[in-house]
């Protein structure tokens, strides 16, 4: 594996807007603490944590804060994560996007409680809701709350025996196709990024298949600076970028303080020559003049 080195840029963090665990104020002077000069907070669907953040001048005055989400779709059947940089997270039509990601969360959310009733287990729905404040409530929060009753003994066990793939919590969300959110993100002025193609256990012949069908609807950057990324596979995604002149993003990835391995500002080193999505991000910003 590659090293984490100290970065000031973090283009891939979680709050408790989506399932992390710290909440925008101290996420943000965790940042400060990192001497993170340049963050885009990509909650799971929304970008209603950066908004909160404007709105309530949450922001410290040595860090730039940039609008993002990290999006959830599928690809031949496959669910695939798109990360959404710079885009217009303010006006009705995004608004609008964010509401039908939510719809479809609901959704599965009360499935979920559905099939674990089933399965003999009391869930509070009011309880999970509360836990997951200001999010919107999913499986951590539900394994969370099976931990607290003394459902389950761990939160691990909790997926590994009844929320995790191949269990009976494993309700699918009909996310959008691929293509369709590329489209969306480029819609509203992002760029779209392909979130850890690592974790997706797919063959360089299938990842080249995704970055055909992903570069042919208008994604434009790839994650290749990431925690926990085999160095073949980081080679191979950086030849692709440079082959498909695309742009090279990366991140922590962080939820929480507690997981010692994905630590705020710290991940792989930025390669060069490249184009780099930091780049791409700091000359959109300063195009919008904000």
């Not at 959404?84 to 979920?112: H, N, P, T």
């Amino acid at each position: 594996m590659h090293v984490n080195v100290k970065q000031d840029w973090d283009l891939h963090c979680h709050s408790q807007f989506s399932d992390g665990k710290l909440s925008c104020p101290d996420l943000f002077n965790l940042a400060v603490e990192r001497e993170i000069k340049h963050l885009v907070l990509t909650d799971h669907d929304t970008a209603a944590g950066y908004r909160a953040a404007i709105d309530n001048n949450w922001v410290p005055n040595s860090l730039k804060l940039h609008p993002g989400a990290e999006l959830s779709c599928v690809w031949k059947g496959r669910s695939i994560h798109v990360v959404a940089l710079g885009i217009d997270v303010q006006c009705e039509g995004w608004l609008a996007v964010e509401q039908a990601y939510i719809e479809r969360r609901e959704k599965r959310f009360e499935r979920i409680l559905f099939v674990l009733r089933r399965a003999g287990f009391e869930c509070d729905e009011a309880r999970i809701r509360q836990i997951a404040e200001p999010g919107p409530p999913a499986r951590p929060q539900i394994a969370q709350y099976l931990v607290e009753t003394d459902q389950v003994k761990s939160t691990a066990h909790a997926f590994k025996k009844w929320l995790g793939r191949g269990t009976v919590g494993d309700v699918k969300s009909q996310w959008p196709e691929l293509d369709e959110t590329v489209k969306t993100i480029t819609q509203f002025g992002g760029l779209a990024v392909i979130a850890h193609p690592h974790r997706y256990n797919l063959t360089w012949t299938k990842c080249k298949e995704m970055l055909d069908d992903f570069n042919a609807a208008g994604g434009e950057g790839i994650e290749a600076s990431c925690v926990g990324m085999n160095p073949n596979m980081r080679k191979f995604l950086i030849e692709q970028a440079q082959q498909r002149g695309m742009y090279i993003s990366g991140g922590s990835d962080f939820h929480s303080p507690n997981t010692s391995w994905l630590k705020l500002g710290y991940f792989p080193q930025w390669p060069r020559p490249a184009k780099l999505a930091k780049d791409w991000l700091l000359a959109n910003s300063q195009l919008q003049g904000t």
